[in-house]
Nanobody
Framework: VQLVESGGGLVQAGGFLRLSCAAS????????MAWYRQAPGKERELVAAISSGATANYADPVKGRFTISRDNAKNTLYLQMNSLKPEDTAKYYC??????????????????????WGQGTQVTVSS
């Protein structure tokens, strides 16, 4: 299994970026996926997650600004980030959970439920 993120960069506050996570070795439409981020000196935190049934949830700080989606044909996960703020500055990681779930709409409850991770892509938002 390999997850490869791309799309990070430096952007001014109010700008936008779209992150991509190209997956191999797994079929992302069949499993829950998520975006996490980690700022220097802080713990890794959930940004957004999507179930195999395409139910999504978002961390409160990004609700209304970020959108998680996937392209099943490309086996790629996306994170559209609009109205970026300096506090969004972090390294963003793609994660996959291959644990069994009882429903296609289940979303893993915590970071330990994700067993595959990408190497991360840096997002820096200047004020």
């Amino acid at each position: 299994v390999q997850l490869v993120e791309s799309g990070g960069g430096l952007v001014q506050a109010g700008g936008f970026l779209r992150l991509s996570c190209a997956a191999s070795g797994i079929i992302i439409s069949l499993i829950p996926m998520a975006w996490y981020r980690q700022a220097p000196g802080k713990e890794r935190e959930l940004v957004a997650a999507i179930s195999s049934g395409a139910t999504a949830n978002y961390a409160d700080p990004v609700k209304g600004r970020f959108t998680i989606s996937r392209d099943n044909a490309k086996n790629t996960l996306y994170l559209q980030m609009n109205s970026l703020k300096p506090e969004d500055t972090a390294k963003y990681y793609c994660a996959a959970s291959t644990n069994p779930y009882s429903s296609d709409y289940d979303i893993p409850s915590g970071i330990d439920d994700y067993d595959y991770w990408g190497q991360g892509t840096q997002v820096t938002v200047s004020s």
